[in-house]
T-cell receptor, first 113, second 113 residues
């Protein structure tokens, strides 16, 4: 158990819809990272938050957004969903801002019908 | 190139050593990581090595780092059926790792009885 909690485990929805994925980092970790894992693109870094502020952006689409709340949990919002957004979405956390081990949750599997 | 490269498959006999290889791209990467993903599960941090080291040993795992060739390897001694999984190599790029982790496509480790 990594200590990173992601909910829900599975999500099935339709094209055009909006969903919210939730992540609670390990106790004491200030950074949260979001990644997308798909068969064609592999594991891609989306975005990082540190202590409530956005720190780094990767290959995140404009239809996607995230935030980190004062209690340090984070949410990833995906809107105007397309079939190609079907993937496994991982959250990871680390103690500080970067260049340190990231611990991953079990992921949320998103299926778009 | 810009990709972290790994072989897609490795097949070994139970009890033998497994060696999974990776080439990374950023000579300024501070940490290099190995993650394990079992079917339907999240990413488990196996081990990591700081860039000023050339070897790290942790029980059955040995990591070797050749900075000149940007080559990283993971050796698993006495491979067991429970080691069957996908192994991902990852590097931490950018200023203080601010670009998130960049992953290879993963090596499927197959254990023959």
């Amino acid at each position: 158990d990594s200590g990173v909690t992601q909910t829900p485990k599975h999500l099935i929805t339709a094209t055009g819809q909006r969903v919210t994925l939730r992540c609670s980092p390990r106790s004491g970790d200030l950074s949260v990272y979001w990644y997308q894992q798909s068969l064609d693109q592999g594991l891609q870094f989306l975005i990082q938050y540190y202590n409530g502020e956005e720190r780094a952006k990767g290959n995140i689409l404009e239809r996607f957004s995230a935030q980190q709340f004062p209690d340090l949990h984070s949410e990833l919002n995906l809107s105007s969903l397309e079939l190609g957004d079907s993937a496994l979405y991982f959250c990871a956390s680390s103690q500080f801002e970067g260049n340190e081990p990231q611990h991953f949750g079990d992921g949320t599997r998103l299926s778009i019908l | 190139g810009e990709d972290v490269e790994q072989s897609l498959f490795l097949s070994v006999r139970e009890g033998d050593s497994s060696v999974i290889n990776c080439t990374y791209t950023d000579s300024s990467s501070t940490y290099l990581y190995w993650y394990k993903q079992e079917p339907g599960a999240g990413l488990q941090l196996l081990t990591y090595i700081f860039s000023n080291m050339d070897m790290k040993q942790d029980q059955r795992l040995t990591v070797l780092l050749n900075k000149k060739d940007k080559h990283l390897s993971l050796r698993i001694a006495d491979t067991q059926t429970g080691d069957s999984a996908i192994y991902f190599c990852a590097e931490s790029r950018g200023r203080r790792g601010a670009d998130g982790l960049t992953f290879g496509k993963g090596t499927h480790l197959i254990i023959q009885p």
